[in-house]
């Protein structure tokens, strides 16, 4: 939630474990979320999907007080080989954390093997990169779809494939690594359009990145995709869209590629039926470290023939809208 509160400021938007890979092991991470003045293009005009400026503090946060949430940070640290660091906008954006922040930070957590952190394209310049430590750093970038017209009309990234494309190269000349994130279902693509959108991302990304990372929309709140969602304009993509992506996706590079998709199993995230869900997202996590296409095989249900269904039908009304909510309304299916 945005708060101005002083008090407020002090403190770590969150903080929890997890486990992740780190040179082809399972690792403990630590993942610290630093309360920031938020993503730059969140306040000027926003991804289409994004809710992460409800997080930021619209009146600024000081040095003093980032330095009191990295003491917060550091008290949990115990010495897991992988800390993620986030700020629900740019890390190597200045405004949202000076570079006297970004040295203790790194120096902090200096024992762990990988550190890792997002920032837009823009941040990533030779001066920025100077400044890390390039046997540890891996970085983030949401490139969330290779094609253009879906950067602006879908998601209204502010920047195009050619900058994350310079980014990264940048960030791979520097010996360090790139995680991409990729977007599935942005607004108004049909589901199998999303499908296909996400397995040519994946094929295109794979050649600048050691890893990739699958994340379905999962409607958050006062977004453009919430107004959609409300009246029954957009559907967070099916599970079965997501195990299929990931699937068909590993096959086309050496690459890792996974998901930990957030809020999945809701309505607000990436769902099936309510009744394999559990299952499914299980199956997901699985293979997100095993990387074994086997853990996908096997999976079914009774709504698999209503999502293959329902990406025909999209297909055949050149449709985004939520087909399915819209049928079970008028004929009180569910
Ligand atoms: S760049 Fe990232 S943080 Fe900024 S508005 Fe877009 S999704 Fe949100
Ligand atoms: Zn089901």
Known sequence: MRSDNPKDKDRLEAIWKEEDIVDGQRVRALVVIFRTIGCWWS???????C???????????GVEQLLKQLEAAKSKFQGEEMVKIYTSGSFLDEREIPLAVRERILLEFSTCKRILFESRPEFVTEESLSTLPADKAEIALGLESANDL?????????????????AAGLIKSKGMRVRTYLLLKPPYLTEGQAMKDTLTSVEFASGLSDCISINPVNVQRDTMVESLFRRGDYRPPWLWTLVEVLRQGRSKTDVRVFSSPSGAGTPRGAHNC??????????????????????????????KSRWRAQVELQDAMRTSVDVDR???DDLGLD
């Open 150 to 166: 879906v950067l602006r009309k879908c998601i209204n990234k502010g920047f195009d494939v050619t900058d994350y494309e310079r």
């Open 274 to 303: 309510g009744r394999c869900d559990a299952g499914v997202i299980a199956a997901i996590e699985r293979f997100a470290f095993s990387q074994d296409l086997k853990e996908l095989e096997d999976l079914d249900c009774e709504c």
């Open 43 to 49: 306040r000027k005009k926003g991804c289409l999907m």
């Open 326 to 328: 819209h049928l079970a």
């Open 51 to 61: 809710g992460y400026n409800q997080a930021a503090s619209e009146s600024g946060i």
